[in-house]
């Protein structure tokens, strides 16, 4: 009995409009990660033929725009909700 609750569960209207909600969200984060990672290769092209201090600035914002995109990544990430419960600490040493 139970376990048709779940399947039914999986299955009502909520559920599937939760899941295309999810699904949404999920090419819209990989859209907006995949167009940084393209600005931060195209910045880092550049830099290549720039003088010393503005190729280090210019490699220093790419740096930055990463670790923006890192962090949009971890808060969409940890505001969806996980059924399978919260994530696994990584080990000691290793930032997040």
Known sequence: MAEAAKKNARH??????RTADDALQGRELLSRVVGS???VGLSL??????PHEKAVQKIADALRDLD???????????????????PEPLP???DR
């Open 12 to 17: 009502s209207p909520t559920t599937r409009r």
């Open 37 to 39: 990672l393209l600005r």
């Open 92 to 94: 000691p040493g290793r």
């Open 45 to 50: 092209q550049t830099a290549i033929e720039l």
């Open 68 to 86: 923006d995109t890192i962090r949009k990544i971890h808060e969409c990430m940890f505001a969806m909700p996980d059924e399978d419960g919260p």
